[in-house]
């Protein structure tokens, strides 16, 4: 059962690890030290729930509804193109220290509220867990099925709560506002460049 625990684990991360929305938040609210273990959780808890959908039988559910995934899709392009939008204001304005100094000022529902929209508004995370690591974990019997979901949401939280406390840790290196600028600029961009292959995706562009 080591082996499907570990088969699950790598799964799991090779799916998290590339820079998405849903990790470029997490970085933002470690640096800014905003709420950043209650969002890892929160993270993790949705990973969870998405994994453990996916590998019990909702990628059928998923492949049954392609409305429903269109949906989702535009819903996701929305939304990345308005926090695209924030990223790229604060990048380039003229105070970044204040623009982020305003964005701290955020109410803890608004940024719980943005976190969820980031997480299941992005149709890239129904695809990682409903097809990829559904279709891999449904294909088990049901005692190996538990390991592997167990290995793929262990990779979840483990990354999510390190990121997040990796990005406070530096934070002070972190949040001048020549990095600052960077930062929100690569954000900007992932953001950007997601929603335009979403849209690519949709048969718009």
């Known amino acids: 059962m080591l082996a499907i625990f570990l088969q699950g684990l790598a799964m799991s991360a090779a799916m998290i690890l590339p820079i998405g929305p849903q ?7 470690g640096i800014r030290r905003q709420y950043h273990l209650m969002i890892a959780g929160l993270c993790a808890l949705s990973d969870i729930a998405l994994i ?4 019990f039988g909702g ?33 380039f304005s003229k105070n970044p220290e204040l623009a982020q100094a305003e964005v701290a000022k955020q109410s803890r529902w608004k940024i719980v509220v943005s976190m969820l929209a980031v997480t299941w508004l992005n149709p890239h995370v129904y695809l990682d ?5 559904g279709s891999l974990g449904g294909s088990l019997n049901a005692d190996e099925r538990s390991w592997f979901a167990l290995g793929a949401v262990s990779a979840s939280v483990i990354w999510f709560f390190g990121l997040a406390i990796l990005a406070a840790m530096l934070a002070p290196w972190l949040n001048t506002g020549k990095v600052q600028r960077v930062i929100n600029f690569i954000v900007g961009t992932i953001m950007w460049g997601i929603a335009i292959q979403l849209a690519r995706q949709t048969g718009v562009l």
């Open 23 to 29: 990790n470029a938040f997490v970085m933002n609210q």
């Open 129 to 133: 867990t409903f097809v990829v690591l």
């Open 59 to 91: 990628s059928a559910l998923l492949s049954k509804s392609p409305l429903l995934l269109l949906l989702v899709s535009w819903g996701g392009v929305a939304f990345l193109l308005w926090y695209g939008w924030g990223a790229f204001r604060t990048a």
């Open 52 to 55: 453990c959908g996916g590998i």
